[in-house]
């Protein structure tokens, strides 16, 4: 397999929305940040293949994706970040919380017999409740990413220093914009039809980093691309030495595995190769067994996007979101085993969006 790192660097404000569409007047179109996976893949994947002038094979018959096969075999997106100068941030995980007196605090799971009588949200199908272990009344701050050094050291079971942390501010800040509605027959103003949208300014060296994986050919590592809405430009350069993260390590016992890019599930909040068994939810392969023990996971998001070929948009599916945080405990066999999904992702049923980069995990010990 081949690693290549890209950056690109916006030559103007981006345009990165979601789902959510204008319905009236006065409605507020907020930026994605950070934007899915599916949005540097789109980008990536057409600019290569207008370098190669195999845009126009794009059909009906004929799709985007298997164009790309052709040139570049099985390939997807294994992680993204925010390079400010040449140190890559990351989303920060679940189970990394921020207090403003206290720092960084990670969610320990605690045996749900020591909140015998009290009411949790978390699910009753789980043995064990992550739970933030300080005395920090308050509630955590927001506004941070890690340092790809520092999600290594969390990764690791280390403890996460301020140091280890970038404001977003530091980062991006969001530009608002006003607009007006326009008549589609006429092209004059439509009266009263008035809303407002973001758009993000990234701060001065500062550009996204996407690092792909593929089997064969070489990526496009230059030129000027089309990137997020409305056709607003990026820079391509390539990324030198990227950071390997979350590599799962022989010989843990009890293991994390956090979502790198939101993942579709065919069963709600449990992740695929993940199935209820009897009175437990285990993940079987290549030999180990490990019992799930606790998860924090965040409210599910719907992602869609657009057809090329069918000029329509794309199926709408619920995604378990980046960041979300499972803690396994191995009952046979060894974590090596994890090795196949850290390299290809956890999707299977799911292709087109695997090559968007949907699916993408890190490990930790836990």
Known sequence: MIYTALKLRPLDVLHLRGNRLFGGPGDHGEALMPPWPSVFAGAIYSHAMAVENRISEVSESKKGPEIIKEMY?????????????????????????????????????????????????????????????????????????????????????EPITESDLVLTSSLWLT?????????????????????????????????????????????????????????????????????????????????????????????????????????GIYLALNGLRARLMSAAVNRYEVISGWDLAKKCPKDAVRFIPAGSVYWFEVEQGDTSALEEIWKAGLIKTFADRRREGFGSVWFGRA
């Open 73 to 157: 075999g099985d390939t997807w997106i294994h992680w993204i970040g925010l390079a400010k100068k040449e140190q890559v941030c990351f989303p920060l995980p679940s189970d990394l919380v921020i207090f403003k007196e206290n720092g960084p605090v990670t969610m320990k799971p605690v045996k749900k017999d020591l909140f015998s009588g009290c009411f949790t949200g978390h699910t009753v199908e789980l043995p064990e409740i992550p739970v933030i272990q300080t005395r920090e009344q308050r509630k955590p701050s927001t506004g941070y990413w890690i340092t790809a050094d520092g999600l290594k050291k969390h990764l690791r079971g």
């Open 175 to 279: 530009d608002p914009r006003l607009g007006i509605a326009l008549n589609t027959m006429t092209r004059t103003a439509e009266e009263g039809r008035i809303y407002t949208t973001e758009a993000v300014a990234l701060a001065e060296d500062t550009a996204f980093v996407c690092l792909f994986r593929h089997e064969k050919g070489d990526l496009p590592n230059s030129g000027i691309c089309r990137l997020g809405g409305d056709g607003r430009g990026a820079e391509i350069t390539e990324y030198k030495n990227p950071p390997e993260i979350g590599r799962p390590e022989s010989g843990w016992k009890r293991f994390r595995m956090i979502l790198a890019t939101p993942c579709p599930s065919e069963h709600g909040w449990i992740p695929p190769h993940v199935k209820k068994e009897g009175d």
